[in-house]
C-alpha cells in the first residue's frame, strides 16, 4: 500500500473517531503518528476523500461526505479490474492480485437489478447475470467502471 493510500485511510480513521475542527488539529494528530504531511497535501487528500465541514451542536466538524466517498471508491475499484469476459452465461472479472473480493462486494452493493450475485476468489470474479439477456448490459457496466466512468450507483445502465 503506498504511503498516500496509508494517509488517506488514517484520515478517514481519525475523521471517525475523533472530533476534527480544523485543519491544524489534524496536522497535529498525523504528525504524532509520524506522518509527515503539509497543509498543501492535506487540502488535497480532502478533495480527493470528500471531506467536508459540517456544523454541530459541539461546533465545526470535518466528516467525510458518503456521497463524495462513494465516488472515490468507484474510480478504485476501476482501477483493480484487469479485464472482463463473458460466456453465454456467465461473466469473469479479472482483478489485480487479493481485491477480488473488494470488487465483487462492490458490485453486490451496486443493488443492480440485472445481477443476481458474484462469487470471488483471489484475482477472479464471477458475476451472475439475473438473465443471458442482460450479459452485455452488465459487462458494458464493468467496462465504465474500468474506465472511470462514474456515478453507476445513481445511473440506471
Given amino acids: ?62 466528516v467525510i461526505n458518503a456521497n463524495e466517498s462513494g465516488k472515490q471508491i468507484e474510480r478504485l475499484i476501476g482501477f483493480e479490474i484487469v479485464s472482463v469476459e463473458h460466456n453465454e452465461s456467465l461473466i469473469i472479472i479479472r482483478t489485480l492480485a487479493g481485491r477480488a473480493q473488494g470488487v465483487a462486494h462492490y458490485i453486490d452493493r451496486l443493488n443492480k437489478k440485472e445481477i443476481l450475485g458474484t462469487v470471488a476468489g483471489d484475482d477472479t470474479v464471477i458475476v451472475i447475470p439475473n438473465t443471458i439477456q442482460n450479459i452485455s448490459t452488465v459487462v458494458d457496466m464493468i467496462k465504465m467502471m474500468m474506465a472511470g466512468i462514474p456515478s453507476l450507483r445513481k445511473n440506471k445502465i
Wanted: proline fraction near 0%.
Fill in 1 to 62: 500500500m503506498s504511503a498516500k493510500v496509508k494517509r488517506q485511510q488514517r484520515i478517514k480513521e481519525i475523521l471517525n473517531y475523533k472530533f476534527i475542527s480544523s485543519h491544524d488539529d489534524l496536522l497535529k494528530a498525523l504528525h504524532k503518528e509520524n506522518y509527515e504531511v503539509t497543509q498543501a497535501t492535506l487540502s488535497r487528500d480532502f478533495a480527493e476523500l470528500g471531506v467536508i465541514r459540517v456544523f454541530t451542536d459541539g461546533g465545526v466538524r470535518y
